[in-house]
């Protein structure tokens, strides 16, 4: 049985740093692991020991090749990945690795306006033998407002709702934020829905 994880969040949150972080990590226990790289318009960057969605269709060429948008060309190279699941799963039936990190796209449109990840991870579990478990990672400068705080948090309820799978949502880059008093966090990270509401009006 394999284990993958479902790295999410909006661009910018720090998926692609956290697979890094948690690959060198545990290479570094002599522990094997695999990232696999969903997102078609990653930029100059290349993973080590990957399965990477680019070796099969980037948005760039999808851009270039039929005119259209960021968002448009990302769904146009999940529904092409979609189609051709026989690829990924060769490529991961070809890893001696038992546990996997999915690094997947920001575009919230995946989750809330389309069934692709659904269908994925149906896939995953079906024909690959996973055990899918999520992480959303929420950039920590989303607590310098309440209403990003609570659009970002929706965000993630949208994410794990559509997925219904084990889900842990984590404030990310926390090091960037200097001088936060615990209490000002701890709003945070155990929220009380009427006083964020009330600092709303």
């Not at 999410?8 to 696999?36: D, H, R, V, W």
């Not at 318009?41 to 070796?55: A, E, H, K, M, V």
């Not at 991961?92 to 690094?103: G, T, Y």
Request: hydrophobic share 40%; with cysteine.
């Amino acid at each position: 049985m394999r284990k993958g994880q479902f790295v999410m969040g909006p661009a910018g949150s720090g998926k692609t740093t956290y697979c890094l972080e948690i690959y060198k990590n545990l290479n570094q226990n002599n522990f094997p692991i695999k990232i696999i790289n969903l997102d078609p318009s990653l930029l100059d960057f290349d993973y080590p020991n990957s399965i990477d969605i680019r070796d099969l269709i980037k948005t760039s060429d999808v851009m270039e090749e039929f005119s259209l948008g960021p968002n448009g060309s990302l769904v146009f190279c999940m529904e092409y990945l979609m189609d051709n699941l026989n690829w990924l799963r060769k490529e991961i039936l070809d890893s001696f690795e038992k546990v996997f990190l999915f690094d997947l796209p920001g575009q919230i449109e995946l989750y809330s306006h389309s069934n692709l990840l659904n269908e994925l991870l149906n896939f995953l579990v079906s024909f690959c033998e996973f055990t899918i478990q999520g992480v959303f990672l929420l950039d920590c400068q989303f607590i310098s407002d309440v209403s990003k705080f609570i659009g970002g948090s929706l965000t993630a309820l949208c994410c794990m709702i559509s997925l219904e799978i084990s889900h842990f949502n984590v404030l990310n880059k926390i090091n960037l934020v200097k001088n936060i008093p615990k209490n000002f966090l701890e709003k945070y990270l155990s929220p009380n829905s009427n006083q964020l509401f009330l600092e709303l009006n």
